[in-house]
């Protein structure tokens, strides 16, 4: 079985930092690429970031590019989030996600879809006030 549980979050000043962390059980991330999505109040859920297997690739929402890491410990099996420059709009549920079905080891566009991702946490909240 495999689980994601992120964590991570909180209530951050505008300009502020917070790195978010996804760790997997049930399954080794050096196989599996990984994408971190989020949802605001009102809003659908939305790509932030994904990383292909092995860390190959990397790809970002243009809102957060620059902004925003994802990497990997692989040791840990956990994928982290270190989100800097942190804007109100960055408001919203967090959620990291596995990939464990196309192996994609190069980047893919499919990585930013919700439907390509097979098993999720249950999302972090991080709050960015002005």
């Known amino acids: 079985q495999v689980q994601l549980v992120e964590s991570g979050g909180g209530l951050v000043q505008t300009g502020g930092s917070l790195r978010l962390s996804c760790a997997v059980s049930g399954r080794t991330i050096s196989r599996t690429a990984m994408g971190w999505f989020r949802q605001a109040p009102g809003k659908e859920r939305e790509f932030v970031a994904s990383i292909t297997r092995s860390g190959g690739s990397t790809d970002y929402a243009d809102s957060v590019k620059g902004r925003f890491t994802v990497s990997t410990d692989n040791a840990k099996n956990t994928v982290y989030l270190q989100m800097n420059s942190l804007k109100s709009e960055d408001t919203a549920v967090y959620y990291c996600?596995?990939?464990?079905?196309?192996?994609?080891?190069?980047?893919?566009?499919?990585?930013?879809?919700?439907?390509?991702?097979?098993?999720w946490g249950q999302g972090t909240q991080v709050t960015v006030s002005s």
């Open positions: 996600a596995a990939d464990l079905v196309h192996y994609y080891s190069v980047r893919n566009p499919a990585l930013a879809s919700l439907n390509t991702y097979d098993y």
